[in-house]
């Protein structure tokens, strides 16, 4: 059974993402990607939510819920959730297709506009889908460029193996159909600032209890984005980022968010860990993401 990550948040919060989603499948490439989706044919905007390491679809859905007003759609990426992979191999820029593609998709199936969410790993991901397919807004809760060292230092659990990981990797290439637990290589610890969610994590099966190969790190790792941020043309972006992330603080964010030319938006979400949980931050993100998404919905 799929662990309620409701149960983590604030009793508000609690009463306000209660609602039924339903489960779909998608044939994509021989692989059966799970979908998870809350249907409203009445919202004026869709929402695409994209997660990261550890992380699946019903575990973020609750964030749409909260919202209200939009319909919302999540995969769960290859290698995570209850996507059948059917034991074809899995890499980082497979994710960029998917993710695309699933945009696109979901734009050409109606005429509304279209956001995409990414959380944590999945923020640069949702960036790089969307440089690709375009979108009507991006949110985001982090944006790790893993080009630099100080990112794959953060995002490791073991600081030193995430800085010098080019090297490793390669070295380990021989060796890309291992799987090995999400847990040896990401500090779960550090996904939240509430420990009885970071044991959830670790033991959730369908994210940051199961495992990953190291084809996939390795192409995760070695990982550039779609375009420069510079050159980022195509839509406003907010990011909505935890002011109190243990794992993946703002300052390594911020730089690539900074260089975007676009209209952009920078929301801290106050008592926050890396996945946002607490007052009064819960709150701000849920504020956050429905004016963004009115905002974009008008435009």
């Given amino acids: 059974m799929t662990h309620d990550y409701r149960q983590h948040f604030p009793a508000w919060a609690r009463a306000a993402s209660a609602g039924r989603t339903v489960s779909q499948w998608w044939p994509w490439r021989g692989m059966d990607i799970h979908l998870e989706r809350l249907v409203d044919p009445t919202a004026p905007a869709k929402l695409v939510i994209l997660h ?28 995570y959730g209850r996507t059948r992979c059917n034991r074809l191999p899995v890499d980082y820029p497979m994710w960029v297709d998917l993710a695309a593609e699933l945009i696109t998709r979901e734009r050409e199936r ?33 944006l790790l460029d ?38 040896w290589i990401a500090r779960m610890s550090a996904m939240s600032n509430q420990p009885a969610l970071n044991a959830a994590v670790a033991r959730d099966r369908l994210g940051g209890g199961g495992r990953v190969s190291l084809r996939f ?40 968010f900074e260089r975007m030319p676009v209209d952009r938006h920078l929301t801290l979400l106050d008592r926050c860990g890396h996945m946002p949980a607490e007052d009064p931050g819960l709150g701000q993100l849920t504020e956050a993401l429905r004016r963004f998404a009115t905002d974009r919905s008008a435009g």
Avoid: K
């Avoid at 990261?52 to 319909?71: K, S």
């Avoid at 506009?113 to 985001?140: E, F, H, I, Q």
């Avoid at 790792?221 to 510079?230: G, K, M, N, T, Y």
């Fill in 110 to 142: 109606d005429p509304r506009p279209v956001l995409v969410l990414g959380a944590s790993l999945g923020g640069m991901l949702a960036y790089s889908a969307v440089a690709r397919a375009g979108a009507a807004g991006l949110a985001v809760t982090c």
């Fill in 146 to 183: 893993v080009r630099r060292p100080e990112v794959r230092a953060a995002a490791a659990r073991i600081a030193v193996l995430g800085r010098h990981s080019g090297p490793i990797m390669n070295a380990l290439r021989p060796l890309d159909g291992v799987r090995v637990p999400v847990r």
């Fill in 217 to 256: 790190l390795r192409t995760y790792l070695a990982s550039v984005p779609e375009v420069e941020p510079d050159r980022f043309s195509a839509c406003p972006v907010l990011m909505a980022h935890p002011a109190e992330d243990r794992w993946t603080p703002a300052a390594l964010s911020l730089p690539f």
């Fill in 52 to 79: 990261g390491a550890g992380g699946h679809a019903r575990m973020l859905m609750p964030y749409a819920q909260l919202l209200g007003g939009v319909e919302a759609v999540a995969p769960d990426l290859p290698g």
